[in-house]
């Protein structure tokens, strides 16, 4: 389209998504190196004096799996496991309530509208921690539920919010002329949408997304304040125990950080992918 | 040659359209026959792309009625949505969906709203695409396409709704010049069919070809209608005299 751009919607909250076209040295490849050669160099690191690999006890306790869980999994690390469960359901939750919020905030109907809007608002005024804790205890008042599914609640509820600033800002930057386009074949406001506008809305705003599903993967490690064993409250019980707080955080955070890069090529290489329909633009 | 149209398909009676204080359109009245060309000119600013959009009620008008196959479309009890599948309407800007192929540009419409078959509705499309020369191209995206090509699948989307009608705002504006007479070659063509048109264009070779009427609008009002012979030739309005010396 002669008077379209492609739009990049940049709310970053998560690591910075690489350029797909980016070759070389660049921020991902030196930091992804950097935090793999710390990882390999502490695993034989040797202390001076007692002679012990402290770091690579660290690794092997954060790397435990849980033998009681069902196959595939009585093979992975257990913390890890969690955290990427938590994610990944949380992340499940948070597209459909996203992508609902995002609706009603354009919404023309006053009470939708108000609606999502006092939700964001609300949401986004109130910090994670605190949302965590509020619906932990909140939830636990009504119903017994497991720490896990509390977890996930709590996550979904609060990204749900943003990923519905992020939807809203996909589909404004949709150009008007295609919904005019569409409405003028006959198609109503809900088809228009659902087979025009959200398309390619959901392309536009698939980096946004993707940063936030590696800010919400960096998040689950506020859960570690509930019983929730996950990487970080793995870390933290290793750390209680050994007193090792400094090499214990440093592997910890290596970790995360080799996730969230790896996480971060991922959708970068997907947003390569999506863009089919844009390339050999004359 | 300018009969009056006894049984309109679209009859615009005195429509006013204002934004904020400004008056885009002020009391303006038009007939369209079944099967006539009319074709809209006038400077930019003039009213004449609202007047187009307000027939398929993508503007909504301020006073006035539009009636369209006895079907007034500002009336909450008639379907919009109904209405507009009888009105194909081409825009400046193509405004294809560039996330589906050319093919499925032209048969979204028609399965998810006609309720065709794919097998029909894929072969009505690939028949107007051979129309408007553009066949080879089914499986591409509308970005490796030139603005003309875009344009021609356009009209070609519109079309495959099978619309009694069909409105162009200014379909060449947006063109390179040499690209302006491959989407006027299927214009013409679908005016020689008999195509109901409403058209509004800075092509006066082109108007004066097709049009049945030729309709000159400047701040909001219909000044004269005419047909081209007749409008070209002895243009009684002054502003339209000044417009005509301008462009021509």
Redesign the interface.
């Known amino acids: 389209m002669s008077n379209q751009h492609p739009v990049r919607i940049e709310v970053t909250d998560g690591a910075s998504i690489p350029d797909p076209r980016e070759r070389g040295l660049n921020a991902w490849s030196l930091a992804f190196g950097a935090a793999v050669i710390a990882m390999v160099y502490l695993w034989f690191h040797q202390e001076a004096e007692s002679g012990e690999y402290t770091y690579r006890n660290i690794m092997a306790f954060l790397f435990e799996p849980d033998r009681s869980r069902m196959f595939p999994f009585n093979f992975m690390p257990d913390a890890l496991l969690v955290t990427f469960q938590i994610t990944f359901f949380s992340f499940l939750c948070t597209i459909p309530l996203g992508i609902l919020t995002g609706l009603g905030r354009l919404s023309r109907n006053r009470c939708l509208n108000l609606l999502t809007s006092t939700y964001v608002e609300v949401i986004r005024g109130v910090p994670l921690l605190v949302q965590l804790f509020y619906i932990y205890y909140a939830l636990g008042k009504i119903i017994q539920v497991p720490p896990l599914v509390s977890a996930v609640v709590a996550i979904s509820i609060c990204y749900g919010a943003y990923m519905g600033e992020v939807v809203r800002a996909g589909i404004l930057a949709v150009s008007p002329g295609q919904t005019e386009a569409a409405r003028s074949l006959g198609f109503n406001g809900a088809q228009t949408m659902w087979h025009v506008v959200l398309p390619q809305a959901l392309r536009t705003i698939l980096p946004p997304v993707g940063n936030e599903f590696i800010a919400m993967l960096k998040d689950t490690s506020l859960v570690s304040i509930m019983a929730v064993t996950d990487l970080f409250r793995r870390a933290r019980e290793y750390a209680a125990e050994s007193f090792d707080y400094f090499e214990t955080y440093t592997v910890v955070a290596l970790l995360y950080l080799i996730i969230t890069l790896l996480l971060s090529k991922a959708v970068s290489l997907m947003e390569g992918k999506l863009n089919y329909y844009e390339r050999n633009r004359k | 040659m300018s009969e009056i149209a006894n049984d309109p398909v679209i009859a615009i009676r005195q429509v006013s359209k204002l934004y904020g204080t400004l008056a885009a359109l002020k009391s303006v009245s038009l007939d369209v026959a079944a099967g006539e060309r009319v074709v809209i000119i006038g400077p930019s600013g003039s009213g004449k792309s609202t007047l187009l959009r307000s027939i398929?009620r993508?503007e909504t008008i301020s006073a006035g009625s539009i009636v369209v196959e006895g079907l007034d479309i500002n009336d909450p009890r008639n379907d919009i949505?109904?209405i507009?599948?009888d009105?194909?309407?081409v825009?400046q800007?193509?405004?294809?969906?560039?996330?589906k192929t050319v093919l499925q540009n032209l048969t979204?419409?028609p399965l998810?709203?006609r309720g065709v078959s794919r097998k029909e509705a894929e072969e009505r499309a690939k028949a107007l695409l051979l129309k408007v020369g553009l066949l080879d191209k089914a499986a591409t995206?509308?970005?490796?396409?030139?603005?003309g090509q875009?344009q021609r699948v356009?009209i070609a989307?519109?079309l495959a709704?099978q619309p009694k009608i069909m409105l162009f705002d200014e379909p060449t504006s947006?063109l390179d010049p040499e690209m302006i007479g491959e989407v006027l070659d299927v214009m013409v063509t679908l005016a020689r069919e008999g195509m109901t048109m409403v058209v509004v264009t800075h092509e006066m070779g082109f108007a004066r070809e097709v049009a049945d009427r030729i309709v000159f609008m400047d701040h909001g009002e219909i000044l004269e209608i005419a047909p081209p012979a007749e409008l070209f030739g002895n243009p009684r309005h002054p502003r339209l005299r000044q417009f005509l010396k301008q462009i021509l």
């Not at chain 2, 800007?93 to 996330?99: D, K, T």
């Open positions: 398929n993508l949505n109904t507009r599948q009105l194909g309407m825009f800007s193509f405004n294809l969906f560039p996330h979204l419409a998810k709203l995206y509308p970005a490796t396409l030139s603005g875009q356009a989307r519109a709704m947006a």
